[in-house]
């Protein structure tokens, strides 16, 4: 087969044209310049073609059987996928492999298996194709860019195509071929090596993807000894959840047939859950994510399987430890074992850790961390409160979304703030980003986040009254009566200003203020918003493209900046201390008076 290609180029317009062309069975072109396909291949009949391709241990064996070398030598085209001289001795030998029985085999019948009616030259091959041999045995032709085109047929490496004889076409492979007329789920059967995974595919609902003839799976098989190496933790959470260990045995299972001959070094496909499978190969040994392959390229009419040494356990089927441990939250882990809470997260099924960085749990202030080691009960409820269920995954995140945590009438807010107009959107819990998401594990779900959660000891009215710094502030809530308001479930965002920001008011803005009610209801809502507004959700300013929200206030929508040092305003107030959660809401802390005059 030759392809002409037509370029044509013009003004605003550029195609080209590619048509594939073959010449007639026995001739071909002079050469790559020549017209047509005038030059006539000199061809014998199929057995005297084996012969001239040096196929001697081929032809020896056909010379036993006058019957198939008649047939070879009649008017009937065939297709022969003929084994090198080395894949015949090799065959030869005493083996001990699944699906085979070696030399005790039916050697005429094993020949006539690499046999097809018909001329099937290399043009006609196409991936996942399944030939019929002359025996009723199938033959699955593979297509592989490794980067070079691999062909394979049952996945014996085609190493020399399209030898043409007068009755038939030979392809030289570097394997026997061997009848395969089982299904998947047969072979296993019969093998009695795999009832373990048989009989958890069954238990699974998978079993019908071994029978189904319709389809080209390739199965990594462990053993029944695989199985029962398998530490016993894991056993027993894989026995405990369904779905854990159905994405386990999913992981085993590849929608196509991939052969051992593609990998030369390493190779990389993905599995029914559309995860990446990594095979590598080093020297003699073969690899599936870093499990031994016992043995390779057992075929059956509707697949192919490998023996595995041991059983890949994805990500997903990981303990929420092991999660935490394989992503490096080392302080993390240590405060888990501190607490002596690991056994009790073991236990836990469907939820989420919002687990902390490891740079969030060491920049903790020394009183905090002092707080945090107080006793194993405050560890475990600091533990607790960035534990909830179910288990949330990225895709069922959404604004405002409230999880109730481990502890005890805690719960904690999600946000979702969108970067406009082409950033990535910050997701928050509690006003604290996550880094890192959906880190599955058999149990549930981690995610990362910068900071550690502190759980709320009190309202928004109950947080600012313990702190002693907000008296002009509280005294002008509980004035206009904004008291009774945020007592309210919320979420509210109120910037509070200090003491000290109100004594920066002018003179005649005191007075007014202690004068007119209705002006200091104005000042106290311009401060109150009612809904949660974290500081990471204050994007930095842009040239074309400003942050506004609109207070409790109708009149006013205030400007909220974020300048390129990282500061915080809201219109001209500077926002001395970020995201103090309440149980209500949350308080940022500022250094001026938000006054109707300079609130835009």
Do not use: W
């Not at 057995?47 to 001239?52: G, H, I, S």
């Not at 373990?196 to 998978?206: I, P, Y």
């Not at 809502?525 to 400003?546: K, N, T, W």
């Not at 929508?557 to 219109?571: D, F, K, M, Q, T």
């Amino acid at each position: 087969m030759y392809s002409c290609v037509t370029e044509i180029r013009k003004a605003n317009f550029h195609r080209k044209y590619s048509v594939k062309y073959q010449c007639c069975y026995g001739f071909s072109r002079e050469n790559d310049a020549s017209l047509g396909c005038s030059k006539a291949i000199p061809m014998t009949n199929l057995p005297d073609t084996l012969t001239n391709l040096k196929l001697t241990a081929l032809v020896q064996a056909l010379s036993s059987d006058s019957r198939l070398r008649g047939l070879l030598e009649s008017a009937g085209n065939f297709t022969i996928f003929a084994p090198s001289n080395e894949a015949f001795e090799e065959f030869q030998r005493p083996i001990n492999e699944v699906g085979s029985n070696g030399p005790s085999q039916d050697l005429f019948t094993t020949l006539k298996s690499s046999i097809v009616s018909g001329l099937v030259r290399s043009s006609d091959l196409t991936d996942e194709q399944v030939l019929t041999s002359i025996v009723n045995s199938s033959i699955r032709i593979n297509l592989f860019a490794t980067p070079s085109q691999v062909i394979t047929a049952d996945c014996a490496r085609i190493v020399s195509l399209n030898n043409l004889a007068r009755n038939g076409v030979v392809h030289i492979v570097d394997r026997v071929i061997r009848p395969v007329t089982k299904t998947l789920d047969k072979i296993l059967r019969d093998d009695g090596r795999f009832s373990t995974l048989l009989q958890l595919l069954e238990d699974a609902g998978l079993t019908g993807q071994l029978r189904d003839l319709t389809n080209h799976i390739t199965i990594l098989a462990p053993t029944d000894a695989a199985f029962r190496s398998m530490e016993r933790g894991v056993r027993n959470r894989l026995g405990g959840d369904a779905n854990c260990l159905k994405r386990v045995l999913q992981t085993h299972i590849l929608p196509n047939v991939i052969c051992s001959a593609v990998v030369e070094r390493n190779a990389i496909t993905a599995n029914i859950l559309n995860k990446v499978m990594r095979f590598d190969r080093d020297v003699d040994r073969l690899t599936v994510q870093n499990v031994s392959i016992a043995s390779a390229d057992h075929m059956a009419v509707n697949g192919m399987f490998y023996v595995l040494d041991g059983v890949i356990i994805p990500e997903e089927a990981k303990s929420l430890l092991q999660i935490a441990k394989d992503a490096g939250l080392t302080s993390y882990i240590s405060i888990v074992e501190k607490a002596n809470y690991g056994h009790a997260i073991d236990s836990l099924h469907n939820v989420t850790i919002f687990a902390p960085s490891n740079r969030a749990l060491d920049r903790l202030s020394d009183r905090r961390r002092s707080a945090l080691g107080r006793s194993a009960k405050d560890l475990t409820d600091i533990l607790q409160f960035h534990t909830v269920r179910p288990s949330v995954l990225m895709s069922d995140f959404k604004d405002n979304l409230v999880m109730n945590t481990a502890l005890e009438g805690k719960s904690l807010r999600m946000n979702i703030y969108e970067a406009f107009p082409f950033g990535k959107n910050i997701i928050t819990v509690n006003c604290v980003k996550i880094t890192v998401a959906n880190l599955r594990g058999c149990d549930g779900t981690v995610h990362v986040l910068s900071n550690v959660l502190i759980p709320p000891t009190g309202s928004i009215l109950q947080t600012l009254e313990s702190s002693g710094n907000f008296t002009k502030f509280l005294d002008g809530i509980r004035k206009t009566g904004l008291d009774r308001t945020l007592q309210g479930k919320g979420p509210f965002t109120v910037f509070a200003p200090t003491d000290q920001a109100f004594a920066l008011l002018s003179p005649d803005e005191a007075q007014a203020m202690t004068s007119n009610a209705t002006l200091l209801l104005d000042v106290m809502q311009l401060h109150m918003f009612p809904r949660q507004i974290c500081c990471a959700g204050i994007m930095e300013d842009s040239l074309f493209f400003g942050q506004y929200s609109r207070s409790l206030n109708p009149t006013y929508s205030l400007p909220l900046h974020r300048n390129r040092y990282g500061e915080i305003r809201i219109a001209s107030a500077l926002v001395e201390k970020c995201d103090v959660i309440a149980e209500n809401g949350i308080i940022h802390f500022v250094d001026k008076v938000v006054y109707p005059k300079n609130a835009l």
